[in-house]
């Protein structure tokens, strides 16, 4: 396997990692090429922070093989580290120091001079809107503010590869457009970025290809139009007037569409997925048209109707039957703490 040569920046098969008798990674197969923000989507407890450790060399694979830009990461581990950079869940900074003495500090460790570590940190604070921020506390900065260093703080000498691990969980709408430029940003710079997320719109926003990942095993891979695709020509989005008619247009959208028909948490509110090929042949419009036409003659009234591509939302929901949001933690949440010390030797 060389990634060197065919133009991957991480390639793994069969990666498995086990806590006691959980298979918190469980055979998964990527290929991450260069220059690219692929994203890695799932749930908590899905596997996604266990699958950046392993490639990152803070934990050791129980099976099958990793390589980062064709280095194995358990034989060739410091050449792996020497071109790769993590940014957690969690800040990685110092709060009782200032943004600019954070900075600092970590550029001298790793091996600039006083002059040329400050200048590199006030370079990345005015780059990344941090400049009146510099002579604070780092306990004073709001969450948005945090991510920002953390993310400046991984890049003060540039990574070939930046993994970035639920980089906006817990921000405001604000903060996260904020770390999504500097995503975009980087890369523009040539950094290969792994992100992973259980926001379907965050992957939606950046990622060129996407994996899907739940309960330890990569479900889907491809480009978001693929994704899409995979599980229907359109989606019908509508809103009836009474919601005491949604059982029964729920019976209607069924066998008018041959879908699976989905109940919004809108009481009037209801989602189906159309597909070339279903319903007879029909087009994802003529379906779409020929479901209206039997809900108005079923005296059903519908107030707003849509077709549209499905959206990753549904695309998760199709492929694993339940959202990012509902699958409980598993042992790769439980062992956080412990494995904190574990390293791959």
Do not use: C
């Not at 040569?5 to 990666?15: R, V």
């Not at 943004?99 to 990344?128: P, S, T, Y």
């Not at 904020?178 to 523009?188: H, L, S, Y």
């Not at 059903?300 to 990012?324: K, M, R, Y």
Request: charged letters at 25%; hydrophobic letters at 40%; aromatic letters at 4%.
């Amino acid at each position: 396997m060389s990634a060197q040569t065919s133009g991957l920046a991480i390639e793994t098969a069969g990666l498995v990692k086990t806590f006691g008798e959980t298979r918190a990674v469980d055979g998964v197969d990527l290929s991450v090429p260069t220059g690219t923000v692929y994203g890695v989507l799932g749930p908590n407890g899905a596997g996604k922070t266990t699958t950046v450790k392993m490639l990152a060399t803070l934990l050791r694979p129980d099976g099958g093989e990793a390589h980062v830009f064709g280095h194995d990461v358990v034989r060739e581990a410091d050449q792996v580290r020497g071109r790769v950079s993590l940014t957690g869940q969690y800040a990685s900074v110092d709060e009782d120091l200032t943004g600019i003495e954070n900075l600092v500090l970590l550029g001298r460790l790793l091996g600039h001079d006083k002059k040329a570590a400050r200048r590199r940190g006030e370079q990345l604070l005015e780059a990344f809107g941090l400049t009146e921020a510099a002579g604070k506390q780092v306990k004073h900065y709001s969450g948005g503010m945090r991510r920002r260093i953390d993310i400046a703080a991984s890049i003060l000498n540039t990574p070939d590869l930046l993994f970035l691990d639920e980089p906006t969980t817990g921000l405001d709408p604000r903060s996260r457009n904020q770390v999504w430029d500097i995503v975009r940003a980087v890369v523009g710079q040539g950094t290969t970025v792994l992100l992973t997320t259980q926001y379907l719109d965050e992957a939606d926003q950046l990622a060129s290809r996407i994996a899907v990942i739940d309960r330890g095993k990569v479900i889907a891979e491809g480009t978001k139009g693929e994704l899409k695709a995979s599980v229907g020509a359109g989606s019908v989005h509508l809103r009836l007037r009474d919601p005491a008619q949604r059982p029964q247009a729920e019976e209607v959208l069924r066998l008018t569409l041959e879908a699976d028909v989905q109940r919004e948490p809108d009481p009037v509110a209801l989602t189906a997925r159309v597909g070339a090929g279903a319903a007879g042949g029909w087009g994802a419009a003529e379906q779409a048209a020929r479901a209206l036409a039997e809900l108005a003659r079923g005296g059903i009234t519908v107030d707003n109707f849509s077709l549209g591509q499905p959206s990753l939302d549904e695309v998760f929901l199709a492929l694993t039957g339940h959202d990012t949001r509902t699958q409980t933690t598993r042992a790769e949440d439980a062992k956080l703490d412990d494995t904190k010390d574990e390293a791959a030797a």
